[in-house]
């Protein structure tokens, strides 16, 4: 294990430079539990036996390439790839498999609907990913799996044999998302290196996420933006409403300003962010999701500079501020300002000179006077500019890589 774990380090940067770059990126929870409408645990949660649950195999009827759709909301959306389930922990797998009759082409659909995803992504020219459900709770030996040792060969054996597939059929796919490794205990119980060691094989250039029981090339906080220690990539993925499946009576959706303020945490951080729609059984995004996520695209595309490619992480070397946040880059810095001040806006603390202060959605200049312990900005606008998210981006080229200290006292400090 040692030893793949330093070969695939040595790697990994070349690797990982896309998806750094990227940043933002669509997560899609599609299944049988679509049908519900009830988050994708519900089987789990409510109790629903095998044999029941198993008749929305039947009963699933998606609409026409609905993929396409999705992938044109990314597109819209300033996101740079997808990530979809093909088989989540129900068990019920999207693709054209051998290793299982309960699968989307034997059953409703008749339909390889990864292979549909993978074309949409691919004319959209958006990255591919696969979320892949290690733990299942329909195969007979999903549970068995940790107390019986043939039954784990057989469950071992069909987990392989289903990523073998998704590694081999598809042409070149970009991130293998695994996901919840109940119920066994340890990356050897799992066979984690071998199995990872056999993705690498078939696709050389693919990104794995951390959730296979090895550290691997990202980690994967939920629910929360957070930083992981420098030198780890991450990747925050969140759920739009509260669950990732489609679950029309939950009313809390993140708004606009929500996800450009995710999108600001993200960046300062050096991570990434993948956000999840869940849609209908007909595949259709739900109203709010397309809403959002068009008016989250006008904002980035004339903001996407503060975004997207090669950033510094902030941490340590800017300091919160009450009327925004910054991100960094190279000689850069960009300040998010999200409580409008109105006409002047000071930022105390910076310890670089700036040479020019523009918006940068317009590009226009923005007058400011630089002592040695404030930076103010006149002649703004009254009210905020931005009228999708509230949030104004405001570039400062600076001659030094900026930096900025303030401490808690109100001395000036060395
Ligand atoms: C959790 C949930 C799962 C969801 C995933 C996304 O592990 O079990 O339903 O797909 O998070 O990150």
Redesign the pocket.
Known sequence: METYLREIAATRSERMRWWHEARFGMFV?WGLYSQLGRH??VMNRERIPVAEYEKLADTWQPGERPAREWARLARQAGMKYMVM?TK??EGFCLWDTDQTEYNSVKRGPRRDLVREYVEACREFGLKIGF?YSLMDWHHPDGARCARDGAARRRFLDFTQGCVRELCTNYGKIDIMWY??SWPLESPERWETVAMNRMVRELQPHIIINDRAQLPEDFG?P?EQVRAAEAGRSWEA?MTFNGS?GYMPISPDWRSVREVVDMLCTATAGGGNLLLNIGPRPDGSVPEQAVERLGAVGAWISSNGDAIYGHVDRTDGRMEWMPTGRWTLRDKTAYFWCNRWPGEELTLGGLRSRVARASLLTTGAPVAFQQTEDQLVLGGLPVANPDGIAGVTVIKLECETPPTQMLGAGCVVLD
Do not use: G, S
Request: aromatic share 24%; proline share 0%; net charge negative.
């Open positions: 929870h994708e645990w389930t989540h922990h979320y996901d919840v994967t939920e993925c990732w």
